[in-house]
């Protein structure tokens, strides 16, 4: 006779890797071209259930779930995500735990809580520690390859959808970010704060500094992000402490592990700590993010994946906001059922439906099975 415990336990896990073209041709930041979406979604299933992850990265990462992963997982407890997690990370030491290997354990990790919570009959946002229950987002995209008119358009629609924060990325051609942030503050008028991301594109601190005096004095502008690679740890402290007041130097999408995000805290190089939820050890790993910038009573804000921080988000106490980038918001709402649309800015999580309350739209998905 099958017990309760036993139709918890963890059964089948499947990889699917997307690359869903760019609604552009190509599409650029300071630092990189790309033209295409990579998505990596993960089932696991368990009790007649099935749990869904995902996040964005190479095609290479499934591999790694269907390789070294999967077996760790399938037999583990479906109740005890946070137990399946440290033996990921013990499966992934010969591999770094860094990197692709980190965003397949990651997104696995998403898709363990997505199934709990749906074994549970919860949405995921109330398995977790909810501190509220709508996360504040900010319109993301205003990419270096747009013209002026294609950058006034999105983020000025955005500020008319009642986003209260926009970001724009800079750096690629910094001669030019002058009349592409007029065009942009034209657009979203005064009320909407503006953000900027240089995704490290400046050579030094002294580059760094002249365009965060600039952006800040001329344009309003009241987050610079990346100025310096993340890596750049010094030199980001030493932006950061020179940086015009009311402009804040945000950092920490590169964070894969809780050591990497306390060294940026740590090293006082951030006003505004990031993460990303399908890089840094998934749903597990953010509370305790969230800890650490508590701690040091500094502000979180949520790197992409926009469908899974609608939850997540929720149970961050120090999250101010979280980015709705228009890739992935693009991407999730041609593979996934059931994606929340912002309302006045807020990402509300849908509570009536289980889990993250998404469904993977599997027919349509295959025309971008990588
Ligand atoms: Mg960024």
């Avoid at 503050?185 to 490290?200: Q, S, T």
């Avoid at 309003?220 to 402290?237: F, I, K, M």
Wanted: glycine share 10%; net charge negative.
């Amino acid at each position: 006779m099958s017990t309760v415990a036993d139709a918890m336990r963890v059964g089948r896990v499947r990889a699917h890797a997307y690359e869903i073209p760019t609604a552009d041709d190509e599409e650029s930041d300071g630092t990189l071209v790309w033209r295409a979406t990579s998505v990596l979604v993960v089932e696991v299933e368990a009790g007649g259930a099935t749990g869904l992850g995902y996040g964005y990265c190479d095609a290479a990462a499934a591999r790694i779930v269907e390789r070294t992963l999967a077996g760790v997982v399938e037999g583990a407890d479906a109740l005890a995500p946070g137990e399946a997690w440290s033996k990921m990370q013990v499966a992934i030491r010969q591999l770094g735990q860094e990197g692709l290997a980190a965003m397949a354990a990651s997104v696995l990790d998403i898709a363990l809580w997505d199934l709990k919570a749906r074994l549970l009959g919860v949405a995921l946002c109330d398995l977790l520690p909810r501190f509220r229950d709508a996360v504040p987002a900010y319109g993301s995209g205003g990419f270096t390859s747009y013209s002026e008119r294609e950058l006034r358009e999105q983020l000025g629609g955005w500020a008319a959808d009642g986003f209260r924060s926009v970001k724009m990325k800079v750096g690629r051609e910094p001669a030019r970010d002058p009349a592409r942030a007029a065009a942009a503050r034209a657009a979203i008028g005064d009320e909407v704060e503006l953000m900027v991301d240089a995704n490290g594109a400046y050579r030094d601190v002294p580059q760094a500094l002249a365009w965060a005096e600039r952006f800040a004095g001329e344009h309003g502008v009241v987050w610079l992000e990346e100025p310096l690679s993340s890596r750049a740890v010094r030199g980001l402290r030493q932006v950061r402490e020179r940086a015009p007041a009311g402009l804040a130097i945000a950092a920490g999408e590169y964070a894969w592990t809780l050591a990497d995000c306390a060294r940026l805290l740590d090293a006082a190089a951030v006003d505004v700590l990031q993460a990303d939820v399908s890089r840094c050890g998934g749903i597990t790993n953010l509370p305790r993010i969230d800890g650490l910038c508590r701690a040091r009573e500094l502000p979180f804000s949520a790197h992409c994946v926009p469908a899974v921080m609608a939850h997540a988000g929720c149970a961050l106490e120090s999250l101010i906001h979280t980015e709705f980038f228009f890739d992935h918001a693009r991407a999730e709402r041609l593979l996934f059922d059931g994606v929340v649309d912002p309302v006045d800015g807020l990402l509300r999580p849908d509570r009536s439906r289980p889990g993250l309350g998404i469904e993977l739209k599997r027919a349509d998905a295959e025309r971008w099975a990588a």
